[in-house]
């Protein structure tokens, strides 16, 4: 089994850049997360996703951040515009529903200059 | 609202010694789940609890979990520098809601 996919694994850009994380959940699972880990905030869940429907992005901090899922494969998380203080590693998650432990992505760390 | 507190939150011990982290959660439930994070690396399922006094073990590590005190531990048996990381422990509610994390412990072990 590959995991979890995300892409890319680093991305430096500047502020006002757009930005997409990328993720590939485990074939299968249908329950997919966005997190975000910084030194001061520590974990954070940003959004999650049942069966390709949003369930609660009220962890998105603001406008700015956006996810999407448009088929069990894959998803986005887009930054736009991006500020510095959106650095941090990004990381996607899978499930399968019911009882059963999340298991993560590599991460994408961030980098807003 | 759930709320999922760890500690310590710093651990610095010995190589050799023992310890215990703790987890303690405020509403009923009875999965919890370990996750192990190396610095700069992600989070790696360690164990997964399911149920009132269930114990699992993988070498020097050894979680528990107490469903009544709502409490879980992590218990370091004659610690390695191999074991330094931190380590997180993760809530389920209802099986369809994503897990709450606690804040992570994180463990440095010194020879």
């Known amino acids: 089994d590959a995991g979890v996919i995300q892409s890319p694994r680093h991305e430096v850009t500047e502020m006002g850049q757009e930005v997409t994380l990328r993720c590939k959940p485990i074939?299968?699972?249908?329950?997919l997360f966005w997190y975000r880990q910084t030194m001061m905030r520590g974990l954070e869940l940003l959004i999650y996703?049942?069966?390709?429907?949003?369930?609660?992005d009220s962890g998105m901090p603001e406008d700015r951040f956006s996810a999407k899922m448009p088929n069990a494969s894959f998803s986005t998380l887009k930054i736009q515009p991006s500020e510095p203080r959106d650095s941090a590693v990004y990381f996607c998650?899978?499930?399968?529903?019911?009882?059963?432990?999340?298991?993560f992505g590599p991460g994408t760390r961030l980098t807003v200059t | 609202e759930l709320k999922v507190e760890q500690n310590p939150l710093f651990l610095s011990m010995q190589e050799g010694k023992n310890y215990t982290i703790y987890c303690n959660y405020s509403?009923?439930?009875?999965?919890l789940y370990w996750y192990r994070q190396d610095p700069g690396k992600s989070l790696e399922s360690l164990f997964v609890?399911?149920?009132?006094?269930a114990v699992k073990q993988e070498g020097r590590l050894m979680a528990s979990l107490d469903t009544k005190a709502r409490l879980s531990t992590l218990h370091i048996t004659a610690a390695v520098h191999d074991l330094s990381a931190t380590y997180f422990c993760?809530?389920?509610?209802?099986?369809?809601?994503?897990?709450?994390f606690g804040k992570g412990t994180r463990l440095s072990v010194i020879a």
């Open positions: 998650a899978s499930s399968k529903q019911g009882p059963t432990e999340q298991y």
């Open positions: 074939s299968g699972h249908n329950s």
């Open positions: 996703f049942n069966n390709n429907v949003p369930i609660d």
């Open positions: 509403t009923t439930s009875d999965r």
């Open positions: 609890l399911l149920s009132n006094g």
């Open positions: 993760a809530v389920d509610i209802s099986g369809n809601t994503p897990l709450v």
